[in-house]
């Protein structure tokens, strides 16, 4: 009796603490309000406390509360916030919670970038999440990622780590605008990106969004074919972390940490990540090291500002397969008999080794450009904001450069010339011979034939990006601000070695004409003998200044989003050269090319399953520094005489329709190109090298764009593209000829030219019109599935085509036809090429944390196909060269447990 009665008094005492502290479990779904995808990471909290979770890669979530009664705050970077009010003690599945996508630059994230939002901003754009890059990313470079984009081709270039390259609707990645935090990354002189530089950013990357076109990004000086939106990591990420380990083929190894504070109760935040990467490489020769860091201290300064400081970089060195080694595609098969039963697209003609068998290669980058950035958001009031970010940058590396004596070693360093394998320095095994340098220059009697230099490009650069943003009545939005930049970029090539001989003269320097450059070719410097350390062929400073100003008003009434917008910049170029030019002429004079934008659009969605839109722009932009503003940069001051604006008209207009499952968009643009620049370094007809400066080209860049996405069910996703594009050059253009000193070569008659455009000027007419625009693809498509098989289980297969591929345009030597026409013809149609991915993954409890394995497998089939080609000028496969296959079967494996 007395036991069971002790029985009841504990089971009592028990059911009476279980009443004092009830708990209740939530579950529910976090999704997309405008496509209903799932939001993974979403942050679910207890509104004015720090409980809380966040959702996984399908959107769910799982919270245990204390109350019955519970405010919960939801919110994903990108979106507005929602907060609501659940009676869990009755149902603890709240089912579906939908967020509203709005502009980036609210109070969830100090940045600058303008990303535009989906029914509103009326210019084609495409969204990519943290999820999607982490499931395909295995060996795909980062600009990969993008391939299932409309209007985009990316490739590995010539097939070494961060060599990649991008284009957007036929435009090369110079004429691409690519922001981290709406900072501008793309180089100050000649506007490309590498991306070995970036090897870190899809393991922070929040939201990464391409806008085609015109795009909606608030800089001053804007791009031609679109612009790629990167948003890191911040406020938003959750207390926690993570650790992975990934390997993959050809010795491939990724070790990756990182770890967040999430936001204290006093407003702090912290996220470190560091990361190392590693391996020999596919392409034979190409071994790679590189590292990644990444930090963000980020501060709410009470409810109205924040403050966030962020530092990123990657450090690395790889070896690599030069972009002039591509060869021909006879030239491939005959490299066979080389690969011991490998692929022969692997074969590197720069793969050797030197005396006593130590590894070299005349084919190497080594670099690292950290960024850091200060950005500070002040919610004025609650109509006016203001968002500025300071940033600098400091890049410094190298790449190899070797150098010859005389024109008789021209190309020698180089395995291959024209797309022909070069035999000179070939072993039996097809390896370079390094060690046979050696023997020619110890044989010399005039120093070293050939040697090696390292061509150092540093750069100092910093930067102020702001905007004013404020609200005129209850339907106008208008923001305005100021971009301004500054440029230092210190050019030299220093000597690293001899290969065995006794000094190197320079031939830059041997004869130069003192006529030709001021203070240059002096008793002190001809035949000098140059040992290690000493510089040759260049030694100048190139400096950018560039201050601009923009504007913005946004009219929203009911279903009818517009806007009109305006910009304007002034750049500023100049050079400084210790080489060529003695110290009172080392200085050029400046050169200022003002430049403006003004564009406009509409967005109207007719019901909620349709809408429409449509922008027109006008661009005038400065050219750039190399071979623009500067005719031959590298060794001349003298301003490029031919030097004017780009001009860039574009009208867009597109179909959006969304229904809860499905969601597709379609849209056609026409974009004209005006006044382009084009310059060639060319061999003279005395043997010297000059340059042909191509004036006045004109392009047009046409097509039709189609996305789609579908949910079907709760287990399989379908993301659909095709992108059908037509861009040829518009014109007949006429290139000028000037020296090696960038002064106008004489006509026939030797008569000194007084200009461009001058009849005393060497030319020649170049009929371009109706001729293809080379490099990229105009036919892409896509077709992925996603299979969700459990809610921890995922897998997928995507279908990649690129078709109407032409070779890129190249000016040979052989075109010259001073005073005469040459006629081109479309550059050869490289074959069509079908690819096929898998991914997987699966995730489980790993003790207190969990654990997620993925896999992906890239070119499933090994398929042979060519992602690059140079046209050799008659438009037949037989005389292309320069030619890089894609890569085969690739694989990588990863384990990551989160915490």
Same mark, same amino acid.
């Given at each position: 009796m007395?036991?069971?009665?002790l029985?009841l ?18 579950t529910?779904k ?5 496509n ?5 990471g979403?942050?679910?909290v207890?509104?004015?406390t ?8 399908d ?7 204390s109350?019955a009664h519970?405010?919960l705050k939801f919110?994903f970077?990108?979106y ?5 009010r659940y009676?869990?003690?009755t149902?603890?599945n *709240?089912?579906?919670?939908?967020l ?8 969830e994230i ?6 535009? $939002? ?8 495409s ?8 499931e395909?990313?295995?060996t795909?470079e980062f600009?990969? *990622?993008?391939r ?5 081709y990316?490739t590995k ?7 990649s390259?991008?284009?957007m609707?036929g435009?090369q ?5 690519v922001?981290?935090n709406?900072v501008p990354?793309?180089d ?14 899809a393991?922070v ?9 015109l795009?909606?990004?608030? #800089? ?6 679109g ?8 406020l938003d990420?959750?207390k926690?972390?993570f650790?992975?380990y990934?390997v993959?083929?050809?010795g491939?190894?990724k070790?990756?940490g990182?770890v967040?504070?999430g936001l204290s109760?006093?407003g702090w935040?912290?996220?470190i ?12 020769g ?6 990644n ?8 300064i009470?409810d109205n500002?924040q403050l ?10 790889h ?15 005959e $490299? ?6 490998d ?8 793969y050797g080794?030197?005396l006593?068998?130590?590894r070299?290669t005349s084919a190497?980058n ?5 960024q ?8 004025i ?12 940058s400091?890049g410094?590396g190298?790449?190899y450069s070797g150098?010859?004596?005389?024109s ?8 291959a010339n024209?797309g022909?394998l070069s035999?000179?320095?070939r072993?039996p095994d097809?390896?370079f011979?390094?060690?046979k340098?050696?023997? $020619?220059?110890?044989a010399?009697?005039?120093?070293s034939?050939?040697?090696m230099?390292?061509s ?5 650069w #910093? ?7 404020t ?8 923001y305005?601000?100021?971009?301004i930049?500054?440029?230092k970029g210190?050019?030299?090539n ?9 000094y ?6 041997a004869?130069?004409?003192p006529?030709?450059?001021a ?9 000098k ?8 062929y ?8 560039q ?8 009219y929203?009434?009911?279903n009818?989003s517009s806007?009109?917008?305006?910009s ?11 080489f060529?030019?003695d110290?009172?002429h080392?200085?050029?004079d400046?050169?200022d ?5 003004v ?6 969605n007719?019901t909620?399953?349709?809408?429409v839109?449509a ?10 520094f ?10 001349s001051?003298?301003?490029?005489i ?6 860039i008209?574009s ?14 968009d379609v849209n056609f ?5 005006m006044d382009k620049?084009?310059?060639?370094s ?5 043997g010297?090298?000059g340059?042909?400066?191509?004036e ?7 097509g039709?764009e189609?996305?789609a996405?579908?949910? $079907?069910?709760?287990w399989l ?10 861009w040829e ?10 020296d090696?000193g960038?002064?106008p070569?004489a006509d ?11 009849p ?14 080379g ?8 077709l992925?599935l996603?299979?969700k098989?459990?809610?921890d289980?995922?897998?997928?297969i995507?279908?990649?085509y ?8 190249a ?7 001073m ?6 013809v479309?550059p ?7 690819l096929f991915d ?6 489980f409890?790993?003790?207190?944390t969990?654990a ?9 089939f090994?398929?042979e196909?060519i992602?690059?080609?140079?046209d050799g ?5 037989q005389?292309a060269?320069?030619i890089?296959?894609?890569?085969g079967r690739?694989?990588t494996?990863r384990?990551?447990?989160s915490?």
């Open positions: 007395k036991i069971r009665s029985m008094l504990l089971l009592l005492l028990f059911t009476g603490s279980t009443v004092v502290f009830s708990q209740y479990k939530v529910g976090v999704f997309d309000a405008d209903g995808d799932p939001l993974p979403a942050t679910v207890v509104d004015g720090t409980s809380g979770t966040v959702t996984d890669m959107g769910n979530f799982e919270l245990t509360v109350e519970v405010n919110a970077i990108g507005a916030d929602k907060t609501m009676n869990v003690a149902n603890g *709240i089912g579906i919670v939908y509203d996508p709005q502009s980036i630059n609210l109070d100090a940045v600058v970038a303008s990303v535009g $939002v989906a029914r509103k901003t009326p210019v084609a754009m969204n990519i999440t943290p999820q999607f890059i982490e395909k990313i295995g795909l600009p990969e *990622i993008l299932a984009t409309p209007g985009i990316a270039g010539a097939g070494g780590f961060g060599d390259k991008i284009n609707r435009f990645s110079a004429n691409v605008a922001m981290i709406g990354m793309n100050m002189e000649w506007g490309g990106v590498y991306w070995s530089n970036w090897a870190g950013l393991d990357t929040a939201l990464m969004q391409t806008q085609r076109g795009g909606a990004s608030k #800089v001053s000086a804007p791009s031609v074919g612009s790629i939106n990167i948003v890191t990591k911040s990420a959750r926690g972390g650790f992975s990934g993959g083929n050809d491939y190894n070790v990756v990182t967040s504070t109760d006093n935040a912290m996220t990540l560091l990361g190392k990467t590693w391996g020999d490489g596919y392409v034979q190409t071994e790679f090291e590189g590292y860091y990444f930090f963000n201290l980020a501060k709410k009470g500002q966030s400081l962020t530092a990123f970089g990657a450090p690395q060195w070896n690599q397969r030069s972009s002039y080694d591509g060869l021909t595609i006879e030239g491939w098969q $490299v066979k008999n080389y690969m011991n039963g692929s022969p697209y692997k074969y590197n003609p720069t080794y030197g006593n068998g130590e070299k190497k080594v670099y690292h450009k950290p850091i950035s200060l950005n500070h958001l002040w919610q009031n609650e109509k006016s904001s203001l968002n500025t970010a300071v940033y600098v400091i410094r190298y790449g150098q010859y004596a005389n008789q070693y021209s190309g020698h360093w180089y395995g024209n022909i035999m000179t320095y072993n097809g390896t011979a390094y060690d340098i050696y023997e $020619v220059n110890q010399s009697e005039n120093g034939m050939l040697a230099s390292i150092k490009n540093y750069h100092d #910093v930067g102020l990006l702001s905007t004013y943003t609200k005129i009545g209850s339907n106008i939005d208008v305005g601000g100021g971009d930049r500054y440029y210190v050019h030299t220093e000597l690293i070695d001899l290969y065995g001989g006794k190197y003269i320079d031939r830059y320097r004869n130069v004409d006529k030709n450059y203070g240059a070719g002096t008793d002190a410097f001809i035949n003998k140059l040992q290690v350390g000493d510089v040759i260049r030694d100048y400073d190139g400096f950018v200044f201050a601009g100003g923009f504007g913005q008003a946004e929203n009434l009911g009818l806007f009109l917008a305006g304007f910049s002034n750049t500023t170029y100049w050079r400084y050269d210790r060529y030019y110290k009172d080392a200085e050029s400046k050169i090319f003002w430049g403006f934008t564009k406009g659009g509409a967005n109207y007719l909620p399953v349709h809408n839109f922008n027109v722009g006008y661009i005038s932009r400065a050219p750039f190399s071979g623009g503003a500067f005719l031959n940069s590298t060794v001051n003298e301003k490029n031919g030097a004017v604006n780009e001009k008209f009208v867009e207009f597109g179909y959006g329709f969304k229904t809860p499952w499905l969601k597709a643009y026409r974009t004209e190109w620049l084009l310059s060639r060319v061999d003279l007809n005395n010297s090298r340059t042909v400066n191509m006045g080209i004109d392009a047009l860049h046409q039709i189609l996305e996405y579908a949910s $079907v069910g709760r996703d379908i993301n659909a593209m095709v992108s059908l594009g037509d050059w518009n014109n007949n253009a006429i290139g000028y000829f000037y090696d960038s002064q070569l026939m008659e030797g008569n000194i030219a007084s200009g461009a455009g001058a005393d000027h060497a030319s020649m007419r170049l009929n371009l019109k109706g001729v293809k625009v490099g990229s693809a105009q036919t892409t498509a896509s992925g996603k299979f098989l459990s809610s289980l995922r897998a997928g995507d279908y990649f690129a078709g109407r591929n032409y070779a890129d345009w000016f040979n030597s052989s075109d010259l036809l005073f005469g026409v040459k006629d081109f479309s050869w149609e490289i074959p069509e090429s079908h898998l991914f997987a993954s699966y995730s409890p790993l003790g207190s969990r997620t394995l993925s896999g992906n497998v890239n070119n499933v090994d398929q196909y992602a690059d080609a140079t000028g008659d438009g037949t496969w005389s060269n320069r890089f296959y894609g890569f690739t694989y494996v384990m990551k447990i915490f």
